[in-house]
């Protein structure tokens, strides 16, 4: 069970990740429950972050605890790294004592992020052919992790 967030204040400067969704059982089978929040600036949204709960193989493996998109008017401002830092302490809250992340290798703005966060590179994993990702034209995720 997922612990309560809705109550968390999660601002940076001009960066507030509002909760969208807490799914506590997720549809896809196999994969883990999440919170899904946006990251507004202002009253804009400038991105969705989701912190994946659990110790699944897909997690630790291509997935990763951490997904971020920040949208295009909005990369250069390290939201994906500032909203990562706030969702920490719900991690630890959570009982994560480590975070993985994972992006493709030519996402280089994604690769500093994970580097910016004190995340260690650990190595290339391929990812699965009954993935979504994999459908999606992804074949290889970077593996990154941070202890908490």
Not at 72 to 98: I, M, S, V
Request: hydrophobic fraction near 40%; charged fraction near 20%; include cysteine.
């Amino acid at each position: 069970m997922l612990v309560e967030a809705a109550s968390l204040c999660l601002v940076d400067q001009d960066l507030t990740l509002r909760l969208d969704i807490t799914c506590h059982h997720n549809p896809v089978e196999g994969w883990p429950a999440f919170y899904q929040f946006s990251m507004q600036q202002n009253d804009q949204i400038a991105g969705v972050i989701h912190l994946r709960i659990g110790d699944q193989a897909e997690l630790t493996g291509h997935l990763g605890h951490i997904g971020y998109e920040v949208f295009p008017d909005f990369r250069g401002q390290r939201f994906a790294l500032r909203a990562t830092q706030l969702l920490l302490p719900l991690a630890r809250q959570n009982g994560l004592q480590e975070l993985w992340i994972t992006c493709n290798p030519d996402n280089v703005p994604s690769l500093k992020t994970c580097m910016r966060l004190g995340a260690d590179y650990i190595d290339q994993v391929p990812v699965p052919e009954d993935c979504p990702m994999y459908e999606r034209g992804e074949r290889v995720k970077c593996r990154f992790r941070l202890r908490l």
